[in-house]
């Protein structure tokens, strides 16, 4: 069983700034990409950043320049730095990660439960 606990979302003005963690724990044997999406009410969940184990980043092009992703391999944690936040940028953020659980088993995705950002105008 692998989980995922997310931690830091809020509310802010904009331009303000928050960071987001994610914790993957359980039965762990790697983890490949891990990421953050998101999504707000009536949308569907959009990308908002991933990175790979060795440190390779990918962003929307709507928070590039902004947000910044890093990880802690040793402590399976992704981080989500967001600067210069937008009222745009409200909705749930869900953390994601590629682990495998065993080295025989394939690489499977899990979700953690989200946590709201809401940027205030």
């Known amino acids: 069983q692998v989980q995922l606990v997310e931690s830091g979302g809020g509310l802010v003005q904009a331009g303000g700034s928050l960071r987001l963690s994610c914790a993957a724990s359980?039965?762990?044997?790697?983890?490949?990409?891990m990421g953050w999406y998101r999504q707000a009410p009536g949308k569907l969940r959009e990308l908002v950043a991933t990175?790979?184990?060795?440190?390779?980043?990918n962003y929307a092009d709507s928070v590039k320049g902004r947000f910044t992703i890093v990880r802690d391999n040793g402590k399976n944690t992704v981080y989500l730095q967001m600067n210069s936040l937008k009222p745009d940028d409200t909705a749930v953020y869900y953390c994601?990660?590629?682990?495998?659980?065993?080295?025989?088993?394939?690489?499977?995705?899990?979700w953690g439960q989200g946590t709201q950002v809401t940027v205030s105008s």
């Open positions: 994601n990660a590629d682990v495998q659980v065993l080295p025989i088993i394939a690489h499977m995705g899990y």
């Open positions: 359980g039965s762990i044997y790697s983890i490949n990409t």
């Open positions: 990175i790979t184990t060795g440190g390779s980043t």
